[in-house]
């Protein structure tokens, strides 16, 4: 059976395992999935590979140290990806928008986005708080051209940007080199 979210409502996961027997989960109208964890998660079935009517992603996590890691490749359609407290680790896979109309915000000095392949692509727009985190965790990256807070270099290689970055705070780690490459 499908499992269905419809109309306003919410879907919070705070702990444990969202499983519905490898059958799809389907969200209609403005459905929320909102992360509210004390301690560290990898997403799972709530989660779906394509939000086509998802509402809002959102991380509210106990504290920015309380990780959720992705566990796919994730897309969003008309679907708005908020971190207000905690820390989304993309992992080995990628966020994107497909369609639509959707924002990528990071919206305090408790959020923190860990980006160990690419940046999430495709959002029409990024809203990243000035005390905000982002963490180039990788190997060789392309730092995505757009205004930061706290902007930091870890893991190893080069970072090149991919264009004009502005940044409240630089960091970068030892056992990386940031290229500006002319911008």
Known sequence: KTLNFNAAASVIRSAGSLVNNGNPITYGGTVSLNYQNTTDIVTGAELPVTASALGTFQLNCSASTVKVTLDKNASVNNSNVTIT???LDLSTFTLTRNSGTSTLTLSGNNSILIVPTSFPSGFNTYTLNALSTVNYSG???TVFATTYGVL???????????GVINATTLNIGSGTTLDPAGN
Not at 152 to 162: E, N, Q, R, V
Request: aromatic residues 0%; hydrophobic residues 20%; glycine residues 24%.
């Open 152 to 162: 930091t270099t870890s893991g190893t290689g080069l970072k090149s940007t991919g």
């Open 139 to 141: 190997a060789a990256q």
């Open 85 to 87: 407290t905690g820390t």
